[in-house]
């Protein structure tokens, strides 16, 4: 079953406004980290935040973290159509030799219209 | 660096065949993941190894479904024999285990069609 389920399944705006993406987990992680998938490629990593971090921001993305509520929300400022693509929340919750196993939600559907 | 790569990028085979899906792992990254993504159930991840060790195949759905990591550079994930559920794009992905707050890099998949 997947640990993290993200809200909505789906969105579409327009371009250059902002994009907020939801994800919720179930069990204590180590970090949660953000992968972004055009159609038909692989998966590119965006951004990760680690469990004792509240906020991070790299260029126009901007990931929060509340441990206490198990959720965390990505979002993207200055939406461009470029954007366009599925967005995936993944949670790293092993330990020992299990660091960096990750399981993966449903994602999310952005559509950026121009 | 060229990447995570996995070949073929598509494979059509009939139910029965046996299928071989091969990853190349970024070099000098440690550990490599299988995952299956379909539109019902999503990525899944299939099998993880560390150093070249299986250490998690909980996810693999069945016997048919094999994976070997005989060096730090090649990895085979193997149906056999396939069938029409199996079809699915297939990731391999790898990353250098740091210990905590590792990321992946993830392959172009393969698009494996059974009929």
């Known amino acids: 079953s997947q640990q993290g389920e993200e809200d909505p399944q789906a969105l579409s705006i327009q371009e250059g406004e902002n994009a907020t993406m939801n994800c919720s987990y179930k069990t204590s992680i180590n970090n949660l980290q953000w992968y972004r998938q055009n159609s038909g490629r692989g998966l590119v990593h965006l951004i990760l935040i680690r469990s004792n971090e509240r906020e991070k921001h790299s260029g126009r993305l901007r990931v929060t973290l509340d441990t206490s509520k198990k959720s965390s929300s990505l979002l993207i400022t200055a939406s461009r159509a470029a954007d366009t693509a599925s967005y995936f929340c993944?949670?790293?919750?092993?330990?020992?030799?299990?660091?960096?196993?990750?399981?993966f939600g449903q994602g999310t559907i952005l559509t950026v219209h121009p | 660096d060229a990447g995570v790569i996995q070949s073929p990028r598509h494979e059509v085979t009939e139910m029965g065949q046996e299928v071989t899906l091969r990853c190349k792992p970024i070099?000098?990254?440690?550990?490599l993941f299988w995952y299956r993504q379909t539109m019902m159930r999503g990525l899944e991840l299939l099998i993880y190894?560390?150093?070249?060790?299986?250490?998690?195949d909980s996810g693999m759905p069945e016997d048919r479904f094999s994976a070997k990591m005989p060096n730090a550079s090649f990895s085979t994930l193997k149906i056999q024999p396939s069938e029409p559920r199996d079809s699915a794009v297939y990731f391999c992905?790898?990353?250098?285990?740091?210990?905590?707050?590792?990321?992946?890099?993830f392959g172009q998949g393969t698009r494996l069609t059974v009929v």
């Open positions: 993944a949670t790293d919750s092993g330990g020992g030799t299990s660091y960096g196993k990750l399981t």
């Open positions: 190894f560390n150093n070249n060790v299986p250490i998690d």
């Open positions: 992905a790898s990353s250098l285990d740091r210990g905590m707050n590792t990321e992946a890099f």
């Open positions: 070099s000098g990254h440690n550990s």
